[in-house]
C-alpha cells in the first residue's frame, strides 16, 4: 500500500463520519482553500461514474446533490470545488480537457503561490501563481498537458452556465458552454 492511500484510508477513518455531516456553509468556511477542499473531498466523497451512479453516459450534477449523494464522477468533483472555493472568495474555474475518445473535468485554482489543479485523482501544482490575475489560455494549456497528456483541446466552462447549475433550477439535462482552446 502506497503512503497516499495509507494517508487517505486513515483520514477516511478518522473524519469520513464527522466531516459527512458538515453543511454547505460549514464547509465553505473551514475548507475554502485549494488544499483543504481537495482533503475534504478525497476524504467524504467516493468516485463512481454517470453510467453507474445515474444510468447516463453524461451528467452534470449540482454541488449540493454531489455533496447529498457524496460520490460523482470528474465533473462533479470539479464543479463541488468550484462552488465551495468561489464562495470561499477564492479565484476558481473548471476546465474540461479532451482527447479523441475521452474527456476529464478539473476545477482549477490559485492561491497566493501557485495555479493547481483539483480532481477525484488528487491536487497537482501547475505552476507558480500567474503574474497578472485571471484565467489565461495559457494557464489553461498547462493544467490540460499536467494532467491529461494527449489532450486535443480543453476550455473553461463558462461561469455563468456553472451558476445555473449550482442553482439547482436546470430541468433539463446540464450543457456547459465551451471557448475552445487547441495545443
Given at each position: 500500500m502506497t503512503w497516499k492511500r495509507f494517508r487517505r484510508t486513515g483520514l477516511r477513518l478518522l473524519f469520513r463520519r464527522s466531516w459527512s455531516q458538515l453543511s454547505m456553509e460549514q464547509i465553505v468556511r473551514r475548507f475554502g482553500t485549494p488544499r483543504d477542499i481537495d482533503l475534504f473531498m478525497q476524504v467524504c466523497f467516493d468516485y463512481v461514474r454517470d453510467a453507474e451512479h445515474h444510468g447516463l453516459s453524461d451528467h452534470w450534477q449540482d454541488p449540493h446533490h454531489t455533496l447529498e449523494a457524496k460520490r460523482g464522477d470528474c465533473e462533479d468533483w470539479a464543479v463541488f470545488a468550484w462552488y465551495v472555493l468561489e464562495r470561499a472568495g477564492a479565484e476558481a474555474r473548471?476546465?474540461?480537457m479532451f482527447t479523441e475518445d475521452d474527456g476529464h473535468a478539473v476545477c482549477l485554482a490559485l492561491d497566493e503561490e501557485h495555479?493547481?489543479?483539483i480532481c477525484n485523482d488528487g491536487i497537482?501544482?501547475?505552476q507558480r501563481r500567474p503574474?497578472?490575475?485571471g484565467?489565461?489560455?495559457v494557464l489553461a494549456t498547462r493544467a490540460a498537458e499536467r494532467v491529461f497528456r494527449n489532450w486535443t483541446a480543453c476550455?473553461?466552462?463558462h461561469d455563468e452556465?456553472?451558476?445555473e447549475l449550482?442553482?439547482?433550477c436546470i430541468e433539463r439535462p446540464f450543457d456547459p458552454r465551451y471557448s475552445w482552446i487547441t495545443p
Open positions: 473548471v476546465l474540461c495555479a493547481m489543479t497537482r501544482k501547475v503574474r497578472r490575475t484565467f489565461s489560455e476550455s473553461y466552462v452556465a456553472l451558476v449550482a442553482s439547482g
